[in-house]
Each structure stands twice: as structure tokens, then as C-alpha cells.
């Protein structure tokens, strides 16, 4: 199985940027695919961005030429670079690892964006 922690959330004003890190743990051979997800209050959970083993990347058009996601397979980390923070950015990120077994979550971090 495989454990997933996030790290590097806070607080910032609307333009600024923060670098999410998602270290996971356990069976990292049976991880096919890891993403950031988002959830604000009373809003459904989404996708924010994917990286496959092959390193392909997915990206919502909500986040698409601000946010990007990466990887350093040796530290079996993934990141979110998110620049150009909006308020509607604001929600709670969590990580995601998609194994041949299941899906794991962290325990997500808050992001908050507003003046």
C-alpha cells in the first residue's frame, strides 16, 4: 500500500505563488499516477492536475498556464508550482496516488488566496 503526505500550503495575496510537495511512501512501484485534487466548502472535489509514470501531464483549464505539476522520481515526490494565485484558487489540495491496488489520499493542505 502506499501513503501520501502533503506539504507547503499557507496563506498568500491574489498573484503570488506557492510550491506544493506530495512525498509518498510504501509500495511506490504500484503508483501509476499521481495528481492534485481541490476542494473548496460546498464545492465538489477536482481535478487539478495529473502526472503518469511516463511523465505525461494533464492540467485543468481553470489552472493552465499558472499551475504546474512535476516530478522528482528519485525523492518519489511530485509538486504543484502555483503562480499567479487567485481567491478562487482558495480550497483545500490534496494528493492523490492511483496504484494497481486503489487510490490513496493525503490528508490534504489549506490554500488560502486573498488580499
Known amino acids: 500500500q502506499v501513503q501520501v503526505v502533503e506539504s507547503g500550503g499557507g496563506s498568500v495575496q491574489p498573484g503570488g505563488s506557492l510550491r506544493l510537495s506530495c512525498a509518498a511512501s510504501?509500495?511506490?512501484?504500484?503508483?501509476?499516477?499521481m495528481g492534485w485534487y481541490r476542494q473548496a466548502p460546498g464545492k465538489q472535489r477536482e481535478l487539478v492536475a495529473l502526472?503518469?509514470?511516463?511523465?505525461?501531464?494533464t492540467h485543468a483549464n481553470s489552472v493552465k498556464g499558472r499551475f504546474t505539476i512535476s516530478r522528482d522520481n528519485a525523492k518519489n515526490t511530485v509538486f504543484l508550482q502555483m503562480n499567479s494565485l487567485k481567491p478562487e484558487d482558495t480550497a483545500v489540495y490534496y494528493c492523490?496516488?492511483?496504484?494497481?491496488?486503489?487510490?490513496?489520499w493525503g490528508q490534504g493542505t489549506q490554500v488560502t488566496v486573498s488580499s
Open positions: 492523490n496516488a492511483e496504484t494497481t491496488g486503489g487510490d490513496y
Open positions: 502526472i503518469t509514470i511516463y511523465g505525461r501531464t
Open positions: 510504501g509500495s511506490i512501484f504500484s503508483i501509476r499516477v
